[in-house]
Nanobody, 115 residues
Framework: QVQLVESGGGLVQAGGSLRLSCAAS????????MNWYRQAPGKQRELVAA???????NYADSVKGRFTISRDNIKNTVYLQMNSLKPEDTAVYYC?????????WGQGTQVTVSS
């Protein structure tokens, strides 16, 4: 079965860094665009960063210059390097695999940034 397993979340002070990982299994990873979403309490889920099958990246304005998405098609893993974290980055972060007709989600990992 398909599994997307996120890791790397935690508690960090403002200005700190975290690196999220999402390991995929059960899919042909290289044909999926991979995305990171987040959802803060009381807010809608929002797209944070995306990477296409060809490695083209896109970011929400709120994280540009601070977050970097990357993928390793050998390890079937997508990463989100988060630097200069702010309290408003606090949310549950979800990994998403999107092949158009098929889409899968991870269970989420909590990121908490203290001021």
């Amino acid at each position: 079965q398909v599994q997307l397993v996120e890791s790397g979340g935690g508690l960090v002070q403002a200005g700190g860094s975290l690196r999220l990982s999402c390991a995929a299994s059960g899919i042909i990873f290289s044909i999926y665009a991979m995305n990171w979403y987040r959802q803060a309490p009381g807010k809608q889920r929002e797209l944070v960063a995306a990477i296409t099958t060809g490695g083209i990246t896109n970011y929400a304005d709120s994280v540009k210059g601070r977050f970097t998405i990357s993928r390793d098609n050998i390890k079937n893993t997508v990463y989100l390097q988060m630097n200069s974290l702010k309290p408003e980055d606090t949310a549950v972060y979800y990994c998403n695999a999107d092949a158009g007709s098929r889409m899968y989600w991870g269970q989420g990992t909590q990121v908490t940034v203290s001021s």
